[in-house]
């Protein structure tokens, strides 16, 4: 069984940046494929990132697109989300999941292992 736990969250201002960690016990985590989702109040989950299992390929919504960057360090078994030039509309819960069997992308109904998520909150 694999447990994530995500960190880093918190409130800051637009303009601002935060770095997400997502950490992974149990489980080969070389294998997964990593995302991250997101939640806010109201609306529907949005893809956010995701890495493959070797970090090779990379995708992101697109109302993250250069302002987001995911990284993952399989030694650490962590897969990283910077933001920067964090926006209002960026306000949510964050949270990564793992696919396994070398599954990775956009479709949130692939991923076999959720985290709880860390809130995000960015003022104007």
């Known amino acids: 069984q694999v447990q994530l736990v995500e960190s880093g969250g918190g409130l800051v201002q637009a303009g601002d940046s935060l770095r997400l960690s997502c950490a992974a016990s149990g489980g080969t985590f070389n294998t997964y494929g990593i995302g991250w989702f997101r939640q806010a109040p109201g609306k529907e989950r949005e893809f956010v990132a995701t890495?493959?299992?070797?970090?090779?390929?990379?995708s992101y919504g697109d109302s993250v697109k250069g302002r987001f960057t995911i990284a993952r360090d399989n030694a650490k078994n962590t897969v990283y989300l910077q933001m920067n030039v964090l926006k209002p509309e960026d306000t949510a819960v964050y949270s990564c999941?793992?696919?396994?069997?070398?599954?990775?992308?956009?479709?949130?109904?692939?991923?076999?292992?959720w985290g709880q998520g860390t809130q995000v909150t960015v003022t104007a």
């Open positions: 999941a793992a696919a396994k069997d070398f599954k990775s992308g956009p479709d949130y109904t692939i991923y076999d292992y």
């Open positions: 890495i493959n299992w070797s970090g090779r390929y990379i």
